[in-house]
């Protein structure tokens, strides 16, 4: 049963968490990529693999952690390890899902997470830097991205600085870099649609919007060409469980979810 | 046959220290034999850390970070270090905030995570007063790995293709077996490495319960090492489960009992962040006029003797309840 409100941010939660299949593994930081495998483990992926960075791996996360270490990422896990071994663990081709994020992405998927600006030395905004991004980006089987807010400020021709490798400059180019093979960004999702890489091109293609949004805001709120897709969908609202499990089980101090 | 370089960043690298000199150094630097290494933190900072080193910490961010250490060497003023930012929140931003710090090898600063950004970090680095060159966290830790095992260099597969790379001084070369592209990281061997613990021995016996992140390899790749723990215990619990000693003692050279040593972080299966005093700390730094962090470096750090006073200052009852949220029981005191 479809929920009768819900945010945006709800929204963008369950569509997430849609995308991981069971029997999978997984590799989050916290906010909403967290919050969708933790969501996803609580309805149709009970056996999802969950791997922190900082070297928990599969906790029984009690509540959302606040921290990508905090003793939540750890709580009741079956191993806890270091940072290496969860990249090693990576390279090696265990995990096959990790969430990224960014203050601004390309049409293949590349992602800046380090700087606003075109000065290195001097720039408008200094941001955290690639933190395990460009390590997940690089190592992963798949990543799946998540933007909060569709824009062309945040989807650009060109970002500022490529922290973390999308699809670089194109078909074979991860591979001409030295990059693991099959790997690369799979998803994106944001607060108006669903969208993935066109196979041949490797350009970021509309696939879904959410309910109440037109192709057309899709294409307004992007800096780049979009492709858009034959059919275009409409992506399913959150259902009642989903949300009484976001407020309720997952983030009931509403760190993500305000009250 | 030489190693073609195809292509390479134009990062800095910080830390001069190569895994050679660092062997010979230790030959004659660092005792074998068990010997008590307790002293208080005062003193350690003063004889193991200098101006112009390169300090690695312990923990993540606001995990399991060595907080007393890291207030004593902005207590002693200590200038121009060089740090690894190797995920460091809270700890490298009360060392910046104290003016400690000229450069930075970064993997992720500068973010609270949650929490927002440092007004402290981005005022520093978005001028160019402190230098950075930037890694990744994976990347950051095979240097750690190769400056642990002491080799020069290690080929990694990430970062490539990316302008990460570029800013790092990372070289693209093709493997000389397989043909396929690496990238090559140059090793690093910190010269001082500060970590808390769960609990060590009088000799440097250290065991971390949870996640050991990072602590394990930069032990193993810096010249010093200073340990403060929850509980100093005898060497015979130690003997009893030695498959738990994370860093053995001959790689230590200081070790501190310090109780709370982590606040505000997080000491896993001991108390939780004091999320109040990380906000309050935030939004002091993210104020125009410097002089508001100056006030309150007085206040928990420069006006205070040492950390016992800083943990009276706070208080037992704050204390206690960080230890109930850490259990996820409600607080009752």
Same mark, same amino acid.
């Given at each position: 049963?479809?929920?009768?409100?819900?945010? !945006?941010?709800?929204?963008?939660?369950?569509?997430?968490?849609?995308?991981?299949?069971?029997?999978?593994?997984?590799?989050?930081?916290?906010?909403?990529?967290?919050?969708?495998?933790?969501?996803?483990?609580?309805?149709?992926?009970?056996?999802?693999?969950?791997?922190?960075?900082?070297?928990?791996?599969?906790?029984?996360?009690?509540?959302?952690?606040?921290?990508?270490?905090?003793?939540?990422?750890?709580?009741?896990?079956?191993?806890?390890?270091?940072?290496?071994?969860?990249?090693?663990?990576?390279?090696?081709?265990?995990?096959?899902?990790?969430?990224?994020?960014?203050?601004?992405?390309?049409?293949?998927?590349?992602?800046?997470?380090?700087?606003?600006?075109?000065?290195?030395?001097?720039?408008?905004?200094?941001?955290?830097?690639?933190?395990?991004?460009?390590?997940?980006?690089?190592?992963?089987?798949?990543?799946?991205?998540?933007?909060?807010?569709?824009?062309?400020?945040?989807?650009?021709?060109?970002?500022?600085?490529?922290?973390?490798?999308?699809?670089?400059?194109?078909?074979?180019?991860?591979?001409?870099?030295?990059?693991?093979?099959?790997?690369?960004?799979?998803?994106?999702?944001?607060?108006?649609?669903?969208?993935?890489?066109?196979?041949?091109?490797?350009?970021?293609?509309?696939?879904?919007?959410?309910?109440?949004?037109?192709?057309?805001?899709?294409?307004?709120?992007?800096?780049?060409?979009?492709?858009?897709?034959?059919?275009?969908?409409?992506?399913?609202?959150?259902?009642?469980?989903?949300?009484?499990?976001?407020?309720?089980?997952?983030?009931?101090?509403?760190?993500?979810?305000?009250? | 046959?030489?190693?073609?370089?195809?292509?390479?960043?134009?990062?800095?690298?910080?830390?001069?220290?190569?895994?050679?000199?660092?062997?010979?150094?230790?030959?004659?630097?660092?005792?074998?034999?068990?010997?008590?290494?307790?002293?208080?933190?005062?003193?350690?900072?003063?004889?193991?850390?200098?101006?112009?080193?390169?300090?690695?910490?312990?923990?993540?961010?606001?995990?399991?970070?060595?907080?007393?250490?890291?207030?004593?060497?902005?207590?002693?003023?200590?200038?121009?270090?060089?740090?690894?930012?190797?995920?460091?929140?809270?700890?490298?931003?009360?060392?910046?905030?104290?003016?400690?710090?000229?450069?930075?090898?970064?993997?992720?600063?500068?973010?609270?995570?949650?929490?927002?950004?440092?007004?402290?970090?981005?005022?520093?680095?978005?001028?160019?007063?402190?230098?950075?060159?930037?890694?990744?966290?994976?990347?950051?830790?095979?240097?750690?790995?190769?400056?642990?095992?002491?080799?020069?260099?290690?080929?990694?597969?990430?970062?490539?293709?990316?302008?990460?790379?570029?800013?790092?001084?990372?070289?693209?070369?093709?493997?000389?077996?397989?043909?396929?592209?690496? !990238?090559?990281?140059?090793?690093?061997?910190?010269?001082?490495?500060?970590?808390?613990?769960?609990?060590?021995?009088?000799?440097?016996?250290?065991?971390?319960?949870?996640?050991?992140?990072?602590?394990?390899?930069?032990?193993?790749?810096?010249?010093?090492?200073?340990?403060?723990?929850?509980?100093?215990?005898?060497?015979?619990?130690?003997?009893?489960?030695?498959?738990?000693?994370?860093?053995?003692?001959?790689?230590?050279?200081?070790?501190?009992?310090?109780?709370?040593?982590?606040?505000?972080?997080?000491?896993?299966?001991?108390?939780?962040?004091?999320?109040?005093?990380?906000?309050?700390?935030?939004?002091?730094?993210?104020?125009?006029?410097?002089?508001?962090?100056?006030?309150?470096?007085?206040?928990?750090?420069?006006?205070?003797?040492?950390?016992?006073?800083?943990?009276?200052?706070?208080?037992?009852?704050?204390?206690?309840?960080?230890?109930?949220?850490?259990?996820?029981?409600?607080?009752?005191?």
């Amino acid at each position: 049963m479809e929920h009768k409100s819900y945010t !945006l941010r709800e929204l963008m939660a369950v569509n997430a968490a849609r995308q991981l299949e069971d029997g999978k593994s997984v590799a989050v930081g916290t906010g909403l990529p967290l919050i969708a495998a933790m969501l996803a483990q609580q309805t149709h992926a009970p056996n999802l693999v969950i791997f922190f960075e900082a070297g928990g791996i599969a906790p029984q996360l009690p509540i959302l952690p606040i921290s990508v270490g905090d003793s939540r990422t750890i709580h009741r896990a079956l191993c806890t390890t270091t940072l290496i071994d969860i990249m090693d663990n990576m390279r090696r081709g265990f995990i096959d899902y990790a969430f990224l994020g960014g203050a601004q992405i390309d049409k293949f998927g590349n992602l800046n997470s380090t700087m606003i600006g075109n000065d290195y030395e001097r720039p408008k905004v200094r941001f955290p830097g690639s933190g395990g991004a460009n390590d997940f980006g690089s190592l992963a089987w798949e990543t799946l991205i998540i933007m909060d807010r569709h824009s062309p400020r945040r989807f650009v021709e060109k970002v500022d600085f490529v922290t973390t490798p999308g699809y670089l400059y194109g078909p074979g180019a991860r591979e001409e870099e030295g990059l693991s093979e099959n790997t690369g960004p799979s998803k994106v999702i944001t607060d108006l649609s669903l969208l993935d890489f066109e196979p041949k091109s490797k350009r970021m293609r509309l696939i879904a919007t959410h309910p109440g949004i037109s192709v057309d805001d899709v294409i307004k709120a992007t800096g780049f060409e979009l492709i858009i897709a034959d059919e275009v969908g409409t992506t399913t609202p959150p259902t009642a469980e989903e949300i009484q499990i976001l407020h309720e089980v997952i983030d009931p101090q509403g760190f993500v979810f305000k009250k | 046959m030489e190693m073609k370089i195809l292509k390479e960043g134009t990062g800095e690298i910080f830390c001069k220290n190569t895994p050679s000199e660092v062997r010979n150094w230790t030959r004659e630097s660092k005792p074998r034999a068990l010997k008590d290494k307790r002293m208080r933190i005062k003193d350690a900072v003063k004889k193991y850390i200098s101006d112009g080193d390169y300090l690695a910490i312990g923990g993540f961010g606001h995990i399991r970070i060595p907080m007393a250490i890291i207030y004593e060497i902005v207590r002693q003023r200590i200038k121009n270090l060089s740090v690894a930012g190797h995920t460091a929140v809270q700890d490298i931003d009360v060392l910046m905030a104290g003016g400690c710090v000229s450069a930075v090898d970064i993997a992720y600063v500068v973010g609270f995570e949650l929490r927002g950004l440092s007004g402290v970090q981005r005022r520093l680095f978005e001028s160019g007063q402190v230098k950075k060159t930037d890694y990744t966290n994976g990347a950051m830790s095979y240097r750690l790995r190769a400056g642990a095992q002491g080799i020069p260099f290690i080929p990694v597969k990430v970062m490539l293709g990316t302008d990460t790379m570029m800013h790092s001084p990372g070289k693209v070369v093709k493997c000389p077996f397989t043909g396929e592209k690496v !990238l090559l990281l140059p090793s690093l061997n910190p010269d001082v490495c500060i970590l808390h613990a769960h609990r060590a021995d009088m000799y440097g016996n250290v065991q971390i319960d949870g996640h050991i992140v990072k602590d394990d390899l930069q032990a193993r790749a810096s010249k010093r090492v200073i340990v403060t723990c929850e509980e100093l215990v005898s060497t015979d619990k130690i003997r009893a489960e030695p498959g738990r000693t994370v860093i053995p003692f001959f790689m230590v050279d200081a070790v501190i009992e310090q109780p709370w040593g982590s606040h505000p972080g997080n000491m896993p299966y001991k108390y939780y962040f004091d999320h109040e005093f990380t906000e309050n700390y935030l939004s002091v730094g993210r104020e125009e006029n410097p002089k508001a962090m100056e006030a309150w470096l007085d206040d928990w750090v420069y006006n205070l003797e040492d950390y016992d006073d800083y943990l009276t200052k706070l208080g037992a009852k704050r204390l206690y309840n960080l230890r109930d949220l850490e259990f996820l029981r409600p607080p009752v005191r």
